[in-house]
């Protein structure tokens, strides 16, 4: 079936450094690949996508490149700020099952000034 | 209001009493959506609704959970006979359409606390 895995445990970090956020996933068809983040109070809301093999999604300073080769969409942003502390869930939508969006279980994210 | 709007924001119930979580989805969106968030887990998909077609119930964990949409808007997610396993953030959101590259829109989520 489809499936998403992210890293395992929160992520700390200072300000400025360099955030990376590992996805990989399992799919039966030709996914489409999604970021979505849930800032702390709100809603998950779309960060970034990619549709096809070796897209970039960007958005916000942060970018993931579509790896069909690593079956992979790793999150990256060079240098975080306090207001990207949040939730992060990585998704996929996958046509053989349905369109439907399946999720990562979130990695949480907390900048430290 | 412009986003999808969930009622309440919060329930705490007694094992085994039943529980009626509302979702009302953005205006002009034709497929809505049911996830649950439980603690340290990812979202569960739990049931979507696509115009006048049939549901997709295959994320409903058991008969104890139940969906409808009138009128092709407002969505009630009911919860019978509530176990303490069933506490969690329920999620709704909805999209224009349902497709492989479409935007969900989430709610905010209802925080059921089952005790």
């Known amino acids: 079936g489809n499936s998403v895995t992210q890293m395992e445990g929160p992520v700390t970090l200072s300000e400025e450094a360099f955030l990376t956020i590992n996805c990989t996933y399992t799919?039966?068809?030709?996914?489409?690949l999604f970021w979505y983040v849930q800032y702390p109070g709100e809603g998950l809301q779309l960060l970034l996508k990619a549709t096809k093999a070796d897209d970039k999604g960007s958005n916000k300073g942060f970018e993931a490149t579509y790896r069909k080769e690593t079956t992979s969409f790793h999150l990256e942003k060079g240098s975080v700020q306090v207001s990207d502390s949040a939730v992060y869930f990585c998704?996929?939508?996958?046509?053989?099952?349905?369109?439907?969006?399946?999720f990562g279980k979130g990695n949480q994210v907390v900048v430290i000034p | 209001g412009a986003g999808v709007s969930q009622s309440p924001s919060n329930k705490v119930t007694e094992k085994g009493k039943d529980v009626e979580l509302r979702c009302d989805p953005i205006?002009?969106?034709?497929?809505l959506y049911w996830y649950r968030q439980s603690l340290g887990q990812g979202l569960e998909f739990l049931i979507y609704f696509q115009g006048n077609s049939a549901p997709d119930k295959s994320g409903l964990p058991s008969d104890r959970f139940s969906a409808e949409r009138t009128g092709g808007s407002v969505s009630t997610l009911t919860i019978q006979r509530t176990q303490q396993e069933d506490s969690a953030v329920y999620l709704c959101?909805?999209?224009?359409?349902?497709?492989?590259?479409?935007?969900?829109?989430f709610g905010s989520g209802t925080q059921l606390s089952v005790l």
């Open positions: 799919a039966t068809g030709y996914p489409s």
């Open positions: 998704a996929l939508s996958d046509p053989g099952g349905n369109n439907r969006l399946a």
């Open positions: 959101a909805s999209s224009l359409a349902h497709g492989r590259n479409e935007k969900l829109f």
């Open positions: 205006s002009g969106h034709t497929a």
